[in-house]
């Protein structure tokens, strides 16, 4: 017998005659919160990310500001003008993003337009992300729900950290050091 | 998993009478899992939903075992159309021969690794070097345990058991290329295997994890980590190779809603943890391959008391809240899952035939503060009682048992037996001899009372 169908016999021997359980799933799929984009500013600013909530008008000049001698990595589709760095030498990256969650803080990259690569993301100590406020719902059932499982998907909440050391958070081990939020509204 | 994982042939009452004499490890230990409670509490006290989220969490995942094979088939399915290839492995040694051969077919002899219990159970690490290949651990506490020739001690952060400046004299002495004015600073630290990492990331070609979740409707792979080293591993690589227990399995892509809730809040204390990656099969031209692991999960899951341990989603919460792990420390369990649910977990998929193993059942007060805390809810306490049940007893504990029944079974009997014990009370030694030593070697014998209860009530009420 292959390892297959011996294990997929196992299984059905061990649960022979169990009976089938029903998934209650009265939890919150859709979290009343009153102000998604001051909630999720402050609970990326609880990671140590700085923050900037921005009407879209002046974010190119924010924009402008915060790359101001870097040499930055633009992704395809990113909807300003500039040129691609390179991986290993670029000082950070900027992107959009395909879904924010306000109550855990947390930015979704789905990689496409504008996202760059998995690794554009990932290997520069700098990342700055732009966030619509029409893309920030307010818990994970929503950004679950709008995202496609068959695209890569990176969840980014804050910079790297470790705990490792006595529980100690320490920001910045092997991903970018210092990420760096400009929402526009 | 050998039984000398730790090199401690010994059982648990013997390796945590050594551990509790270690003042350092005690404080170290003490220190940290008050510090991971704290957080834990303010986190999941944010959630108004918690306790519905955890009845969510527990029938998934009793759902999902119901209907493991049909899961792992559909799952096999998704995985492959997406591009990636499917192994099965019956236990260590198949599962070790696959990722070898797959690590040998693409003329590496180097790879890099993403923190993972499964291929700690299994030994991979010990199994690829005896192939002549060398595999790197990235996550900053499996690197302090491999470079300090030690042993994890905590299924989150396996390096619980080492201070700051343990870590600066374990990265001193061999860590090359170490600032040798290096401080014992947390930041500095993380700094220095920042550096040690990052160019061996750049290079390697192959990758091996396991994964947090992996969903039967999709085929997504998930694994949630801190620091970076996850996404470094999982993106750069031309191949890479994930080995997972088949119970890590999810059956539709909505309930990552509930995992991605009870996981991070139960594990480390935060909302959310800095780094989640999820992939569908062969991304972005990687090569990628599953291989699915049994090594004694379908012996668990016949087992209808204790096949809940399955549903463990490996988030530690039990091993931070349990006042013997806190004072006892991983080592002493012999085993890469130590604690409450290491002490289910361990004597089911080794079986309970060596002295540690049999004596794991025990390792607990049975206070229950690791059910309470558990998101899934794992009755940690009574599948310790059913093992102790199961576990081999000695033929004087079994006679001796088999006495007290017939005496308990008996109101005649116990009254008898009372009023001897009263009579023989001064001849009642402070520790017994013999077997029943290991009993007094840890308590106090109860004093005797000069009457029992029962000739009280006789002597007052009848009268």
């Known amino acids: ?185 | 998993m050998s039984a000398t994982f730790l090199g401690m042939p010994g059982n648990f009452p013997k390796n945590a009478a050594k551990a509790v004499q270690d003042s350092q490890l005690r404080y170290n230990l003490r220190k940290a899992t008050h510090t991971i409670r704290g957080k834990r509490a303010n986190v999941v006290g944010e959630l108004p939903d918690w306790q519905e989220l955890r009845a969510a969490g527990k029938a998934i995942k009793d759902h999902t075992l119901r209907n493991l094979d049909r899961y792992l088939v559909q799952l096999e399915a998704a995985v492959t159309r997406a591009g990636g290839t499917v192994h099965w492995a019956r236990d260590a040694a198949e599962a070790n021969a696959i990722v070898a051969g797959l690590v040998k077919a693409t003329g590496e002899t180097e790879v890099v690794k993403v923190k993972s219990m499964a291929t700690q159970e299994i030994e991979l690490n010990q199994a690829l070097a005896a192939q002549g290949i060398t595999a790197y651990e990235t996550d900053l506490a499996e690197l302090i345990v491999q470079l300090g020739d030690d042993f994890p001690s905590h299924i989150l952060v396996p390096a619980i058991h080492r201070n700051r400046s343990e870590i600066r004299e374990i990265f001193l002495e061999k860590m090359p290329k170490v600032p040798p004015n290096l401080t014992d600073d947390p930041p500095a630290l993380a700094e220095a295997a920042r550096l040690h990492l990052r160019e061996r990331f750049l290079k390697s070609k192959v990758a091996i994890s396991g994964a947090n979740f992996m969903i039967a409707e999709t085929g997504t792979l998930v694994v949630l980590e801190s620091e970076g080293n996850g996404r470094m591993c999982l993106t750069l690589p031309e191949t890479l190779i994930s080995v997972v227990g088949i119970e890590k399995l999810l059956p539709s892509w909505r309930d990552l809603e509930v995992f991605l809730q009870l996981l991070p809040r139960s594990s480390t204390g935060e909302r959310m943890n800095p780094y989640t990656s999820m992939w569908t099969g062969a991304v972005e031209g990687q090569d990628f391959h599953l291989v699915l692991l049994d090594n004694g999960r379908t012996d668990v899951l016949a087992d209808e008391v204790g096949r809940q341990a399955l549903r463990c989603i490996r988030c530690s919460a039990c091993l931070n809240v349990c006042p013997v792990y806190e004072r006892a420390g991983g080592h002493a369990y012999g085993s890469v899952y130590p604690g409450p649910i290491g002490a289910i977990l361990t004597p089911q998929l080794r079986g309970m035939s060596s002295d540690l193993d049999a004596s794991l059942p025990y390792a607990s007060s049975l206070c229950g503060a690791c059910y309470e805390v558990c998101p899934v809810a794992i009755d940690i306490p009574e599948v310790l009682v059913d093992l102790r049940a199961k576990a081999p007893h000695a033929a004087a504990e079994r006679a001796g048992m088999k006495v007290a029944g017939w005496i308990l079974n008996d109101h005649q009997r116990l009254a008898r037996a009372q009023r001897a014990a009263s009579r023989l009370r001064g001849l009642v030694p402070k520790r017994l001899p013999g077997p029943m030593s290991a009993w007094t070697d840890t308590r106090d014998i109860p004093e005797i009372p000069e009457e029992s209860f029962r000739d009280w009530w006789e002597r007052n009420e009848r009268a």
């Open chain 1, 1 to 185: 017998m292959s390892a297959r169908e011996e294990i997929l016999a196992r299984i059905g021997k061990a649960v022979a005659g169990a009976a089938d359980v029903e998934i209650p799933r009265d939890y919150r799929t859709a979290p009343q919160v009153e102000d998604v984009v001051g909630l999720f500013a402050e609970r990326v600013d609880d990671y140590r990310a700085i923050v900037h909530v921005l009407p879209a008008a002046e974010v190119p000049a924010r924009i402008d500001e915060a790359v101001a001698g870097r040499r930055m990595i633009v992704p395809d589709g990113f909807d300003r003008d500039g040129g691609w760095g390179d991986l290993d030498t670029a000082d950070g990256v900027i992107t959009s993003c395909a879904v924010a969650i306000a109550e855990t803080g947390t930015i979704v990259l789905d990689h496409g337009p504008g996202q760059g690569t998995r690794a554009q993301t990932l290997v520069p100590d700098y990342h700055l992300c732009v966030v619509r406020a029409d893309q920030i719902v307010a818990g994970v059932p929503e950004a679950i729900a709008r995202l496609d499982p068959a695209r890569p998907l990176t969840w980014i909440s804050g910079p790297s950290a470790t705990s490792d050391i006595e529980l100690n958070r320490v920001e910045g081990v092997h991903g970018p050091r210092t990420l760096e939020v400009i929402i526009s509204t």
